[in-house]
């Protein structure tokens, strides 16, 4: 099967076929032995095999009996072997348990032939695999275009690790962030601070304007404002601020010790050394989805209710 | 303490006064008399109420519309908000907000010299030029989002929903904001003072002002010309600037006001010396008691007066002027509350009672826990006032466990009032936590007796003694490059820390010699973790007013030379 593809991919590629080439053959679940024999690893490819741009991919890794590996670490590097270079973005591995691995930001940046290179370290044993892949150029640019934003905004696809810390909200209450995010609801997740000047009071205006939007079910959504100044906002001036913003149920503040807040700003990227210097973010998730829209600039209402119409169709 | 409120109250208005002479001389044609049939006084009342909190002279809230489907009225956000007091406009999130005070509205904006603030801000304007508003372009601009060249204004700005007596109100505001310098300037000098009184010692006095005047002298006036060009050369690249574009920075004075006697008599004291010589603000300063009546002359007056050393601040969530580096004895108060209630997790049927002493430091304490207990929605406390005329000893302990049996006793005491403590863990009556303050221990901490330390912890407002090495290093470095001995830590590395902040702030000012600039730039200061000999971190904010946000909770290991434990983070939910 491996060679089958490579075989053909070359084809391909000799022939100058890059820009019209013909689909790539779907590769549902390669499967292949790691270099030095120690492990199988089967991939399992969301759609149509790897495509131009963000990628999520599912790999299951046995020992040489058959048995599942658990608690192996599994690193995933595109590389593009014609052009001698891999990409900036680093896969996101994360441990689903019975030996699967999903592995999310895969990301491509053009069409030609790639390989994944992944390494699998368990114990003593240290192993390595590359599977081939034709990428084909974007055909989906249409498309693209259509859910292109409005100027002065930058959307993207991203795949976070939550971490499992406890924050504070403004009613002095734990609130376990993971379990928030997972509560079934689509989330749309920001940063603000309680004496912010100019971008938190129209991001918090932005969340206050979608809830009258919405009206009586103004919770169907779950609006999640991080505090990026934690020494400051305290769960009684927090609770004040969202007063301001006619808040309710559905929307939470958070604050937390410095390092737990730290943990969730470097893992959401979005980490500034001074909260002078924060930009204005929005994360966007559907339920039970693996991947976020992160979108960069200050949003209208109505760019909030097509996230959330689309998380809604997800 | 009496207050003499009318005497502020001519101050304020002779202020209010000069400032409409100002601005009818700046007018050339002079002042209106009326502003939308309003007296001139009552527009700008109800202007700066417009501005600054977003309520309509109907005492409606303001309501504008932003990002084009966004709605936000007086309660969200502010003119002020984004302008700043000052109207010297902000840079955050990437967001340039241009300025909006009078001198800068109605004269053109081409190039990024004419943005006031720090280089970032400069930096980011690269729009293309418009000429001066008027009060009609004004006007378009604040209801349309249009500036005088047809321009459409951000999206990020709200296009207000106004009637035509509103708009004149808030145009008549602007035209004035900042309009002249603030007193204590003049072409040449900006002048500054100290406060300390007469129960400061003369080594105490010199601790906080030497390193102070140093700075003045060294670090600012005798660079003045340096500073100038650099400040040309840092903002338009090298050739950008020609020499005589520098700005003409002013000459620092730093004056010393000593006040005598009683707390009660300083605001007429205060008084007398600002009339004779006013100045821009107040640096530093001392006094070993409340630093009340200072804390009011200046909020009365509008005089920023930046990190006076003092255990006894005023602790107010609203006042304006004045910024401290913490809330004192107070915040020690606050931190035992939420330390006892979230952290250790008292039981809520566990009685706890505070014992303090009737002195300002004891009352202080006692507040401050009194009021976060409370806050936090905690069983009423009991308290113990001890009178300074009775003493503390076994028998006092034994009465007080007797009635108290079994309880946390939050006990705000010095060293010499822990006698005959000891005892306590070995009766029946065994309280079951005991709370300090180090504070009040002194700094060594030792008299806490052997027998209680299993169950006693103590409020620590300072780094750690492991964690201070970098920020001593910076100080007393410092201290030595300026030549000046250090015969008072505490106080001479306060004066140093605000240095510090003073360096970047007097030069962000560049020649806009605005108070209300000064404290907007103040409060934009980036948090600040290794020039502060006592504290961690300080951090800032419009509105915050107390810059170290901390406290730890220590406990005391056993025998003649304990060691300080760590128990909590340094700030407490």
């Known amino acids: 099967m491996k060679s089958l593809i490579t075989l053909l991919c070359l084809l391909l590629c000799s022939a100058g076929a890059y820009a019209r080439g013909p ?27 790897l495509k131009n741009g963000v990628n999520v991919l599912d790999l299951s890794l046995r020992d040489r009996s058959g048995k599942p590996v658990e608690g192996a670490e599994i690193t995933v590097t595109p590389w593009m072997p014609v052009m001698g270079h891999g990409v900036w973005e680093k896969p996101v591995v994360t441990e689903r348990g ?12 053009m069409g030609g032939l790639w390989e994944l290179r992944i390494g699998v370290a368990k114990g003593k044993l240290q192993e390595r695999a590359s599977f081939p892949f034709y990428v084909a150029e974007k055909e989906e640019a249409k498309k693209e275009a259509v859910e292109k934003p409005r100027e002065g905004l930058q959307r993207q696809t991203a795949y976070y690790n939550v971490p499992n810390v406890t924050l504070l909200n403004q009613d002095g209450k734990k609130v376990n962030l993971r379990a928030l995010i997972d509560s079934g609801k689509p989330v749309i997740v920001n940063f603000i601070f309680s004496t912010c000047t100019t971008i938190c009071p129209v991001m918090s205006a932005s969340f206050s304007n979608l809830r009258g939007e919405l009206g009586a079910g103004a919770d169907r959504v779950q609006l999640i404002s991080i505090s990026i100044d934690p020494e400051n906002d305290r769960p009684e001036r927090m609770k004040q601020y969202l007063s301001r913003f006619n808040s309710g149920p559905g929307w939470e503040f958070l604050t937390g010790s410095r390092d737990d807040i730290g943990r969730v700003l470097k893992a959401f990227n979005a980490f500034v050394v001074d909260k002078m210097s924060h930009e204005p973010l929005y994360l966007f998730r559907a339920p039970n989805s693996e991947e976020w829209i992160r979108i960069k600039g200050l949003v209208r209402k109505s760019d909030l209710m097509n996230e959330l119409q689309r998380m809604e169709k997800k | 303490m009496t207050f003499a409120y009318g005497q502020v109250r001519r101050l304020v208005g002779g202020t209010m006064l000069s400032l409409l002479f100002f601005w009818g001389a700046a007018q050339a044609g002079g002042a209106p008399e009326t502003v939308a049939g309003l007296p001139a006084h009552e527009a700008l009342r109800l202007g700066e109420a417009m501005y600054r909190k977003g309520i309509l002279p109907s005492g409606g809230q303001m309501k504008g519309m932003v990002q084009g ?27 340039l907000t241009p300025p909006t005070s009078g001198s800068k509205l109605y004269a053109p904006l081409t190039r990024q010299q004419d ?47 106004l009637t035509e007596d509103e708009t004149k109100i808030l145009v008549f505001y602007l035209k004035q904001l900042s309009g002249s310098y603030s007193p204590g300037v003049d072409a040449a000098q900006i002048r500054f003072a100290s406060i300390v009184t007469d129960r400061v010692s003369a080594e105490e006095k010199s601790a ?88 009011r002359f200046c909020e009365e007056n509008r005089i920023p007066a930046i990190f006076p050393s003092t255990e006894l601040p005023t602790v107010s969530e609203t006042d304006w002027y004045t910024i401290y580096f913490s809330k004192g004895v107070y915040q020690e108060g606050e931190t035992a509350a939420k330390y ?68 946390a006793l939050v006990l705000w005491l010095a060293p010499e009032d822990l006698s005959g403590l000891g005892q306590l863990a070995a009766g029946a009556n065994r309280p079951s936590t005991l709370f300090f303050s180090s504070t ?50 505490e106080i001479s ?32 200061a980036p948090d600040q973790t290794n020039s502060s000999l006592q504290y961690p971190r300080l951090s800032f904010g419009p509105g915050q007013r107390y810059a170290s946000k901390g406290c730890y909770v220590v406990t005391l290991t056993k025998g003649e030379k304990p060691k300080l434990v760590r128990q909590s983070d340094w700030v407490i939910y």
């Not at chain 2, 000052?86 to 990437?94: I, K």
């Not at chain 2, 660079?223 to 400040?231: A, D, H, I, N, P």
């Not at chain 2, 028998?395 to 309880?407: C, I, K, Q, T, V």
């Open chain 2, 493 to 524: 590395s306060k004066s140093y820390f605000f240095t510090r902040l003073l360096s970047r702030t007097l030069l962000d000012m560049g020649t806009d010699y605005h108070r209300d600039f000064f404290l907007d730039l103040l409060d934009s």
């Open chain 2, 115 to 161: 943005i006031p603030g720090p280089m970032m801000n400069r930096s980011m304007f690269n729009s293309p030029p418009r000429p001066a508003y008027t009060d009609a372009s004004l006007a378009n601009a604040l209801l349309y989002g249009v500036d005088p060249t047809g321009r459409r204004l951000r999206e990020t700005m709200p296009r207000y929903l």
């Open chain 2, 208 to 295: 906080m002002l030497l390193p102070l005047q140093a700075f003045l002298k060294e670090e600012w006036n005798e660079r003045l010309l340096v500073l100038g060009s650099q400040w040309n050369a840092r903002w338009y690249g090298s050739g950008g600037g020609k020499p005589g574009d520098a700005p003409a920075l002013r000459k620092a004075v730093l004056d010393v006001w000593e006040l005598k006697g009683p707390a009660s008599t300083w605001d007429k004291q205060l008084e007398t010396l600002y009339r004779k010589q006013p100045v821009f603000a107040l640096l530093g300063g001392t006094t070993p008691g409340p630093w009340g009546p200072v804390h």
């Open chain 2, 69 to 95: 489907d966004i709605e936000m009225d007086g309660t969200m956000s502010t003119c002020a908000n984004c302008h700043m007091r000052s109207g010297m406009g902000s840079m955050e999130g990437g967001v």
């Open chain 1, 98 to 109: 019975g030996g699967n691995y999903q592995v999310g930001n895969v990301v491509i940046i």
């Open chain 2, 440 to 489: 009040l221990l002194g700094a060594a901490l030792g008299p806490l007796p052997d027998a209680v330390r299993d169950f006693s912890f103590i409020t620590y407002p300072n780094r750690l003694p492991e964690e201070d090495q970098y920020a001593r290093s910076l100080f007393t470095n410092w201290m030595k490059i300026k030549k000046i001995p250090i015969t008072n830590a």
């Open chain 2, 340 to 407: 006892l209630s979230r952290v250790f997790e008292l039981p809520q049927d566990k009685r706890v009672v505070q014992v303090f002493r009737d002195n300002e430091r004891g009352r202080a304490l006692a507040r401050g826990f009194a009021d976060t207990w409370k806050q936090l929605g905690k069983a009423p406390l009991s308290e113990r006032l001890v009178p300074a005329a009775e003493k503390i000893g076994a028998e006092f302990w034994d009465r007080l466990s007797a009635a108290h049996p079994n309880a």
């Open chain 1, 23 to 49: 689909q790539a053959p779907a590769a549902p679940k390669p499967s292949q032995s790691t270099d030095k024999g120690g492990f199988v690893l089967e991939m399992t490819l969301n759609g149509d095999g």
